[in-house]
């Protein structure tokens, strides 16, 4: 008895599913928010999703300030002319959040009752891993068809090339460390970099390899200290030495190795803390073209009735990667570019 009544039910849940995507197909009405950290590239994305929803015939409401901005209902209205000289603009125009709340169920009910009242019947959500974990439940518990671009200079996403953001922060990194070369070549001291990537080193990874960096230090690996200290006595005194070391380092980041460094060997060292500086900035063409392009597939998906998942390129082709992956897979650099950074350094 419990059994076939279970079963009726998820009978009904199907079919409610079904007619959900199908009646997704002939969208009037999407609603566009950024979520999460920043990101370069994010604009791009904004602008195109709105340009080519247009075209389509699809009004664009754009969600304020993120998660946060949904929960509250602060939509407003998108159009072509909003979006005019904002592919070079780091940051988001429409605002985002970190929002912790969200974790609240009657919060996330509160988010889909906004988007009925405000007749929004597809979402595009441009954001980093948290986001895509929010977006997966508004999906589960609401039905709320949502697609995903993903955005995070960490690159942490798994199942694509590389997220949004992810190159300018590179590059923003990589010159700020040209610049500390100059200041450590003249000085001959040892500077230890601390780049952004909480789980993840690929900032890290490929900002070391292109700066010249000495030793590059990633959340994947253990440092050896002992061998970082004999390749430093190798250099010599009064000789430059740059360490690139990820916020997500064991040790802790660059202020501890270098506190580890003077209290063990009795090393001077100096420190810089890239912070904030990696997520802003005009974006790189490559991140214009891959917020722009995966803007207009974005839309695309939703109007292919696809929802609960991201769009991306991987390996030259389009992908739609379920959020669900997120659940099961951190993406971190693989063990092959973490050999390949030590016989580069
Ligand atoms: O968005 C990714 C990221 O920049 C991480 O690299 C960093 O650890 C974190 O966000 C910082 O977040 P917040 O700006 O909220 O302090």
């Given at each position: 008895m419990l059994a076939e009544s279970r079963s009726s039910l998820q009978t009904v849940f199907c079919i409610f599913v079904f007619l959900r995507l199908e009646f997704g197909k002939g969208m009037q009405r999407i609603g566009l928010l950024t979520s999460g950290g920043d990101a370069p590239g994010m604009n791009a994305c904004i602008r195109a999703v709105v340009r080519y929803a247009e075209r389509r015939g699809i009004e664009v409401q754009g969600i304020r300030s993120g998660l946060r901005g949904l929960a509250a209902g602060d939509f407003i209205p998108l159009g072509r002319l909003d979006t005019v000289d904002i592919i070079g603009r780091?940051?988001?125009?429409?605002?985002?959040?970190?929002?912790?709340?969200?974790?609240?169920?009657?919060?996330?009910?509160?988010?889909?009752?906004?988007?009925?009242?405000?007749?929004?019947?597809?979402?595009?959500?441009?954001?980093?891993?948290?986001?895509?974990?929010?977006?997966?439940?508004?999906?589960?518990?609401?039905?709320?068809?949502?697609?995903?671009?993903?955005?995070?200079?960490?690159?942490?996403?798994?199942?694509?090339?590389?997220?949004?953001?992810?190159?300018?922060?590179?590059?923003?990194?990589?010159?700020?460390?040209?610049?500390?070369?100059?200041?450590?070549?003249?000085?001959?001291?040892?500077?230890?970099?601390?780049?952004?990537?909480?789980?993840?080193?690929?900032?890290?990874?490929?900002?070391?390899?292109?700066?010249?960096?000495?030793?590059?230090?990633?959340?994947?690996?253990?440092?050896?200290?002992?061998?970082?200290?004999?390749?430093?006595?190798?250099?010599?005194?009064?000789?430059?030495?740059?360490?690139?070391?990820?916020?997500?380092?064991?040790?802790?980041?660059?202020?501890?190795?270098?506190?580890?460094?003077?209290?063990?060997?009795?090393?001077?060292?100096?420190?810089?803390?890239?912070?904030?500086?990696?997520?802003?900035?005009?974006?790189?063409?490559?991140?214009?073209?891959l917020g722009s392009f995966l803007g207009k597939v974005a839309v695309d998906a939703l109007l292919e009735g696809k929802t609960d998942g991201y769009v991306g390129q991987h390996q030259g082709q389009l992908t739609f990667v379920p959020f669900e992956t997120l659940e099961r897979y951190r993406r971190i650099v693989p063990s092959v570019y973490v050999e390949l950074a030590k016989w580069l350094v």
């Open positions: 780091g940051g988001t125009i429409l605002g985002t959040s970190r929002f912790p709340d969200f974790l609240h169920p009657s919060v996330r009910a509160r988010c889909a009752e906004q988007l009925h009242r405000a007749g929004i019947e597809g979402v595009i959500i441009c954001g980093g891993e948290g986001s895509f974990k929010a977006a997966h439940t508004l999906w589960q518990e609401h039905q709320i068809p949502i697609v995903g671009v993903p955005a995070t200079i960490d690159n942490d996403i798994p199942g694509i090339d590389e997220s949004l953001g992810f190159d300018t922060a590179v590059n923003t990194a990589m010159e700020a460390i040209d610049k500390i070369r100059d200041t450590a070549e003249s000085h001959g001291r040892i500077f230890f970099v601390e780049v952004m990537g909480r789980w993840s080193g690929y900032i890290a990874l490929y900002a070391g390899i292109a700066g010249g960096a000495e030793y590059i230090a990633l959340p994947e690996e253990r440092t050896d200290f002992q061998s970082l200290y004999e390749e430093i006595q190798r250099i010599g005194p009064d000789r430059r030495v740059i360490v690139v070391v990820a916020e997500g380092d064991e040790k802790g980041g660059a202020l501890a190795f270098a506190e580890y460094f003077r209290e063990q060997y009795g090393i001077e060292s100096r420190v810089t803390l890239l912070g904030h500086i990696q997520r802003g900035g005009s974006p790189t063409v490559r991140d214009r073209l």
